[in-house]
Structure formats: structure tokens, C-alpha cells
């Protein structure tokens, strides 16, 4: 297939080809994508909304059957055409054709329309009217309102620490929100998290509720903490991974809640599967097909349902030949690197301190890349020893395991936060 690298938009004027971003919502038309085997990658847009066309060109199935193809290929347009011309290496067996589509653009937001296609000689005209449609719409989250995002807020780092703190400055306003739960006053603070973060996932699934439902999905149900551990927030080249999990490999998981939007995710990606075994990007369920157009084929996807059940659109696949040593050792803090040499290598400190690192850094990249990956991951299974003891504690509020994972704490510290989590609300706050 080939492809005109001009468009014509609503006045007939020809478009040159410029990068275009993506709105949140459709007005009169968006970018599509009709998923028949023949009618593939057709795009149009309005003035006032702006999406990518995707890249790549068209599915595998659809050039190896040889099927007409219609599409812009990797060529990106700008937003305000309607019409364009493609070329097929195939013609069309009707001079017109129409077809009612429901499609979803880069943003996620899904359109219906009815596409028509005009053949002229060898080319043809496909032009693309569409609104958001009623199913889509009544499906979309609505904005989450100011209480929902001040109960979110105690789901933080920040009030989970101080709740381990001797003395918790600060934290009776950080706590705040959950005064308002529908729970007895006796109730423990324990309780009150829980009731929270169910209010949580069934009105408003922000970034903590997917990460706490993978925690427990995959750490406490697909695994066990005795045999896989979890990293919050893990650098990864110039990105920072949702969440690593470090079982028998390494895989990571990256949110997009419906609030998030995907023009981040290609370096993103780039940057764990250089790092990680394994890949996933987790959205929900209405986002699911848009996110599956946009990944290359060996990133996984997982969609959360509204039920709070974690579905698998597709497996990901081992990056094993994508790995790089000095990407993985830099995932190391001194001590992991230094254990894991001496474990393997026998290696002690031959070097003045300044340069331990960089002699580490050399050794490690002499280690085959599949043993050098599994040594990582035997190092970094270890930080979670702390959390899995914690939160396998049959009274510890599951609510919370994500937290536990996100931030470590001493065993004194430990003793704190469960001594305050079983303790009525009111008495945590002095009153």
C-alpha cells in the first residue's frame, strides 16, 4: 500500500503533514479505525479536535491475506482535514461504499459514524462524520468531585509514613477525609481505610485503586508475598514503573486510568522493556481496545473492570533479548550490586571507594544477560521482605498493601502503624 502524503480539509485546501495531539472529547468527527479486514487505519478530524493517526500501518493479518487497505501508513497529518486520499494496491470492487462503525480514537473516547468511500480511478475519497457514542458516553467516568479527590489523597505515602512517626505532625488534617465514612464512631482507623477505598472503587479509580488492585490481584492472588514481591514507583531509565513486580522473572505494570491520557506510553515503554522481563499496560476496560492499538505486540494489556476484576487482553511476551546490563545494574542499590557479586563471583572490594560502583558496573556486564537478570531479580525480591510480613498479618487492611510496598519502614516503625490502625480514630488523632 501506498500513501499521498497531502490532505484536504474542510475548504478544500491542501494540509501539510505535522505531529497532532489528542483531545479528550470528539465534537463532529475524530480519527478512526474500522476494524473490518479491508477498511484499516481511514482517519478525519475536525478543526477543534486533534488525534494521531496511528503508526505502523496496517495489522499483520490484514497484509499477509492481501486484502485492499486503506490508510496514511506512519505519515501523520494535520487535525482539520475531513477528506483524504490514499492510494490501495488493490481496487475497490464498488465505485461506493458505506459502512456504520463504532471505532475508538487515541484518546480512548469511542465514536460511531458511517464511513464513505468514493473511488476515482485508482484512488479513492474516505470521508469520516461520527459523534461520541450514547454507549460510549454513558460508560465514560464522570469527573471525580472535590470529596472524592480528598479521600484519595489519604491513600498517600506521605500519610502513611506519619502514621508510623513518633510523634505524626500533620497528620490530623491529612486524615481529615475519613471522618466522613459511613462507619460507626468506634470504628478503628483500620476500618475507616477500608470502607474509604471501597467509596474509592466504585465511584472514582484513580492512579492508587488500579495499583492496589495489582498488589492484591497478582502479589496476594496470582502469587503469594512469600514468593513474589512488588516495587512501587521504580526507575527505569527516564521513566519511573507503576509497579515492578519480582517473582520468578521481573515484570512490570503501568496505569492509565481513564483520566490519564496515552502520549507518554512510547517512551515509557521503551524505557521497562530495556529493563524488565515483562511488560503490561493496565486501563480499564473502555480504554482496553484504544491502548491495544497502540502498543507494539509484545506488551501485554490488562483492563480493570468496574466489578474490580483484572481481565487480560493480551499475555505479554519475554523482552529477555531486549535487556540491557548496564540498565539493570543501575536498578541496583551498592549493597544488592555488591551481594550479588560476591554471591556469584566471590567478589570483594579491590578498588578505593570512589570507584567500587563503576568496577561492580564492569563485572556485571561480564555475567551472561539471562544470569545477570535473574540475579537482579533475586536481589530486589528481597526489599519486599518487610512489606510481606507486615501485610501478611491477617488484621492488616488490604486497602493499604500497596502503601505497604511503596514505602519501607523499621520495625519500630512497623509496630507504630499497626498499633494506630487498630485504634478508633479519635484516639489516633489525641481528641
Known amino acids: 500500500m501506498t500513501s499521498e502524503s497531502s490532505a484536504t480539509d474542510a475548504t478544500g485546501n491542501a494540509s501539510s503533514g505535522v505531529a497532532i495531539s489528542c483531545s479528550p472529547e470528539p465534537s463532529s468527527s475524530a480519527g478512526i479505525v474500522d476494524k473490518r479486514p479491508h477498511h484499516w487505519w481511514v482517519s478525519a478530524c475536525s478543526s477543534n479536535v486533534t488525534y494521531s493517526l496511528l503508526p505502523g500501518g496496517p495489522p499483520r493479518k490484514a497484509r499477509a491475506a492481501g486484502n485492499p487497505v486503506c490508510g496514511f501508513g506512519m505519515t501523520t497529518h494535520s487535525a482539520t482535514y475531513r477528506t483524504a486520499r490514499v492510494k490501495s494496491a488493490k481496487p475497490f470492487r464498488e465505485a461506493v461504499q458505506r459502512s456504520f462503525v463504532t471505532v475508538t480514537a487515541r484518546s480512548g473516547v469511542a465514536v460511531t459514524g458511517t464511513c464513505v468511500y468514493r473511488r476515482t480511478g485508482s484512488s479513492f475519497a474516505a470521508s469520516v462524520m461520527g459523534v461520541p457514542s450514547s454507549s460510549h458516553r454513558s460508560n465514560m467516568p464522570a469527573a471525580p468531585t472535590s470529596s472524592a479527590r480528598r479521600l484519595a489523597s489519604v491513600f498517600s505515602t506521605r500519610v502513611y509514613r506519619a502514621l508510623a512517626a513518633e510523634h505524626p505532625d500533620g497528620v490530623s488534617a491529612r486524615l481529615a477525609p475519613l471522618a466522613t465514612v459511613d462507619v460507626p464512631d468506634t470504628a478503628t482507623l483500620g476500618e475507616r481505610f477500608e470502607v474509604a477505598h471501597r467509596s474509592l472503587v466504585a465511584s472514582y479509580r484513580s492512579e492508587y485503586v488500579f495499583k492496589n488492585t495489582l498488589v492484591s490481584k497478582i502479589v496476594f492472588g496470582k502469587h503469594r508475598p512469600a ?20 517473582n520468578g522473572t521481573s515484570t512490570v505494570y503501568e496505569v492509565k486510568t481513564d483520566l490519564d491520557q496515552f502520549s507518554r506510553l512510547s517512551g ?25 492499538t497502540l502498543v507494539p505486540e509484545h506488551v501485554g494489556i490488562l483492563a480493570l473492570k468496574r466489578s474490580g476484576a483484572l481481565s487480560t487482553v493480551r499475555a505479554a511476551t519475554s523482552n529477555l533479548d531486549q535487556l540491557r546490563h548496564e540498565h539493570l545494574f543501575r536498578m541496583l542499590r551498592r ?58 498479618a491477617g488484621d492488616f487492611p488490604a486497602s493499604l498493601r500497596a502503601l505497604a510496598y511503596g514505602a519501607e519502614l523499621s520495625g519500630v516503625g512497623r509496630d507504630r502503624l499497626l498499633r494506630r490502625l487498630h485504634q478508633p480514630m479519635a484516639l489516633v488523632l489525641g481528641a
Request: glycine residues 6%; hydrophobic residues 40%; aromatic residues 4%.
Open 335 to 392: 549493597n544488592e550490586a555488591q551481594a550479588l557479586l560476591h554471591d556469584r563471583i566471590g567478589y570483594t572490594p579491590d578498588v578505593p571507594t570512589g570507584h567500587i560502583s563503576e568496577r561492580m558496573g564492569a563485572l556485571f556486564g561480564e555475567l551472561h544477560i539471562a544470569d545477570a537478570h535473574q540475579l537482579v531479580v533475586t536481589q530486589l525480591r528481597q526489599r519486599g521482605r518487610a512489606a510481606a510480613s507486615l501485610t501478611s
Open 268 to 292: 515509557q515503554l521503551r524505557d521497562y522493556c530495556t529493563h524488565a522481563d515483562r511488560v503490561y499496560v493496565v486501563t480499564s476496560d473502555g480504554r482496553a481496545a484504544a491502548a491495544e
Open 227 to 246: 514468593t513474589a514481591s512488588a516495587i512501587m514507583e521504580m526507575p527505569m531509565g527516564d521513566s519511573e514503573a507503576d509497579l515492578l513486580v519480582l
